[in-house]
């Protein structure tokens, strides 16, 4: 059981819904997202999800492209950012979800990767462009090392193949909104809790969705549907406005929207 | 030799299997949303390869509207100039648009029909696929929008406006370099968001499965041409055959036919740029390692950290620090030999086969030139080199002034 794993029991049990905020490893800089770990560790967040900056994100908006493109050119690199992790990990309880494009896990070696990885205190791993496919390899890896490979089911997954992915599920379940790309949207789709619900029907691992979803009262509606709701370009559009010119408010910011977002997903 | 689209049976027609590989090459790392899209092409795919209508259409369209087949002609004073084997050159740059790019967009667009979606989007670099694309679309009549990189669009005036007459709504791609790769990127983020309605006609023989096949198959008419034309004037294969590949498309195409034949040798040609230091060329096979990149596995440019390196060639068509898995698996199994050439190779054959053959090719297909003639200088005149000239260079008559203007 990793610690994912655990954290979704405690939460289940205590019959609450997670809130996991996206934050970009490096933007604006590696003791920023440190001191931001800390902070929002603070804020009532289930889990948090790391993102490894990468130059060619074809499945991210705007938003996040740029705080990627912001880190890379302060040179941020995977040890740095896991070495990082390492520091600041102990002194935190919610576990750290990679999100890391697959890229970047071959070039460094995947079971060096995963060995990195584990040691600096990450729980989980979403590589967002790894389908189901091509993914039994690194999952046999990743359980090895109690590490959760996590994986994304959308909209466009036909039912066959959303039967296969739930079966070798392990984490949570990471259900995309929208056919789209990563963003904060006004709307969300009509269908969404009713797809929610249809996924949760079928498993007993935890489902949580993420891509658009900006706003608490967005995620208050998802409390009866979802495990779970992820947030990105919310977080990091604030991040992005504000770090380089006032780090502390920028960090108080986002505390500020987390603590939002958890209340507004207290079951009533 | 019947006149089909379709290969003929090979030692590797079996390739890629059923999950998209070349030997270890190939694959799909791309977003789950995608995946969908991917497999109704696929299926599609197959289905009209056995629709004796769809290649009938397709045959009609690049006999009457492309003016296949291109033709294959002895370049005599450049043989003489260069004085060793005979170079024979299969004019891709007298198709309609100017190169092979046609020859895949043809057939993508007919897909695109039978899939019932109606729009289409497309990448461009140099802007050649992006006015192929284009014109297919007029064609048909389906609506097109191009993604090119804002550097690009600057440079390649020409290629925007044509794509503009033809109806094309052009997109500039201002993330990251500006160029191919990023054109690349924000046609995949376009697709994620409209893979109901839209089809994405990927130019080369890059990305997810099943587009390295697809677009291999559709430009595999080159070497089929090729070995037919090489027959009737020859009365026999060519000893070698040279192709630039930046992609690998026109390379792919035209080796894919001629792999099964193991007497006749293979050269694909990269971008050597200013020199092999990291962000002065565009050779993926020559300097770079197996990684991933655009939904495939395949030997790409990349830093330690996997982050993509940025690439520079002379020529915009082969500036990508990818290729396509197939060419990985050639050179794995070493059936086609990669080398490399640089810009200044490249405008000085150029310029030879402006002056030489009164023919002025596009600087991607100087580079093959280049190669050829350090090749075939050191080769006897009973051999036969055949050049896939894979475009003209009017679009580059601009660039091509500059750079020599300022040596």
């Not at chain 2, 005599?76 to 084997?85: V, W």
């Not at chain 2, 191009?146 to 503009?164: I, K, L, S, T």
């Not at chain 2, 201002?174 to 790769?181: K, P």
């Not at chain 2, 390379?251 to 971008?271: C, I, K, R």
């Amino acid at each position: 059981m990793s610690a994912i794993d655990e954290q979704f029991r405690k939460l289940r049990s205590a019959g609450q819904v997670a809130f996991m905020p996206f934050i970009t490893a490096g933007d604006p800089d590696l003791n920023f997202t440190g001191d931001l770990l800390k902070a929002l560790d603070t804020a009532g967040c289930s889990l948090i999800e790391l993102g490894f900056p990468y130059s060619d994100p074809i499945a991210d908006g705007p938003v996040i492209q740029e705080s990627y493109t912001r880190a890379l050119k302060q040179k941020v690199r995977v040890d740095d950012i896991l070495k990082m992790v390492g520091r600041v990990s102990p002194t935190i309880n919610t576990p750290l979800v990679a999100m890391v494009s697959y890229a970047i896990v071959f070039r460094h070696g995947i079971q060096p990767f995963l060995d990195h990885a584990k040691s600096a205190g990450i729980s989980g791993l979403i590589v967002p462009d790894l389908p189901c496919d091509e993914s039994d390899g690194l999952r046999a890896l990743c359980d090895e090392r109690n590490l959760s490979l996590v994986p994304l089911i959308t909209p466009t997954t036909a039912p066959e193949r959303v039967a296969r992915i739930l079966e070798h599920s392990r984490g949570f379940i990471y259900y995309v909104s929208i056919a789209g790309i990563t963003g904060e949207r006004t709307q969300l789709p009509a269908e969404l809790a009713d797809n929610l619900q249809n996924l949760r029907s079928q498993t007993s691992t935890p489902v949580c969705v993420g891509f658009g979803i900006s706003q608490p009262d967005q995620a208050s509606m998802l409390t009866d549907s979802a495990d779970g709701v992820i947030v990105g370009s919310a977080i990091v559009r604030r991040i992005g406005e504000l770090a380089h010119q006032d780090r502390n408010a920028a960090i108080q910011g986002v505390v500020d929207f987390s603590r939002e977002m958890v209340s507004s997903l207290k079951k009533r | 030799m019947p006149h089909s689209f379709l290969p003929e049976p090979s030692r590797d027609a079996e390739l890629p299997d059923s999950q998209g590989r070349f030997g270890e090459f190939g694959g799909r790392y791309v977003p789950e949303t995608l995946v969908a899209a991917l497999d109704q092409l696929e299926q599609e795919y197959v289905q009209a390869k056995q629709d004796p209508a769809f290649q009938q259409e397709l045959d009609h369209l690049l006999k009457n509207f492309v003016g296949r087949p291109s033709p294959f002609y002895f370049a005599k004073r450049l043989t003489d100039h260069c004085g060793g084997a005979q170079i024979w050159l299969k004019r891709e740059d007298l198709n309609h648009t100017g190169a092979h790019k046609i020859n895949n967009t043809l057939g993508q667009a007919l897909l695109t029909r039978r899939m019932g979606k109606t729009r289409v989007i497309a990448e461009t670099g140099a802007g050649q696929h992006g006015v192929a694309t284009a014109t297919a679309c007029a064609h048909f009549g389906i609506p097109c929008v191009v993604y090119m990189g804002e550097e690009d669009v600057r440079r390649q005036a020409p290629n925007v406006r044509a794509m503009r007459f033809m109806g094309a709504e052009i997109c500039p791609v201002t993330s990251g370099s500006r160029t191919l790769r990023d054109a690349v990127n924000q046609a995949m983020r376009d697709w994620m968001a409209t893979v109901e309605d839209t089809h994405y006609i990927l130019g080369s023989v890059v990305g997810p499965h099943p587009f390295p096949l697809i677009v291999r198959d559709f430009q595999a008419v080159i070497g089929r041409e090729t070995i037919q034309q090489s027959q009737a004037a020859l009365g026999r294969l060519p000893d070698l055959v040279v192709a630039c590949v930046g992609g690998g498309s026109n390379a792919g195409g035209m080796f894919y036919p001629f792999v099964a034949t193991t007497d006749v040798e293979l050269v694909g040609v990269e971008a050597g740029g200013r020199n092999s230091q990291p962000g002065n060329h565009a050779a993926s096979l020559g300097l770079g390692k197996p990684g991933v990149l655009h939904g495939s596995f395949s030997y790409v440019l990349q830093d330690p950290d996997g982050q993509t390196e940025d690439v520079h060639s002379a020529s915009a068509g082969l500036d990508y620090p990818g290729v396509g898995p197939e060419h990985s698996h050639w050179k794995a199994v070493d059936r086609v030999s990669y080398c490399s050439v640089t810009d200044q190779e490249a405008l000085d054959a150029f310029q030879l086969m402006c002056t030489t053959e009164g023919i002025l090719p596009a600087l991607e297909s100087s580079h093959a030139v280049a190669a050829t003639l350090k090749l075939a200088a050191q080769r006897s005149p009973d051999e036969v080199v055949v050049i896939c000239l894979s475009g003209r260079g009017d679009k580059d008559a601009a660039e091509i002034q500059r750079l020599i203007e300022s040596g």
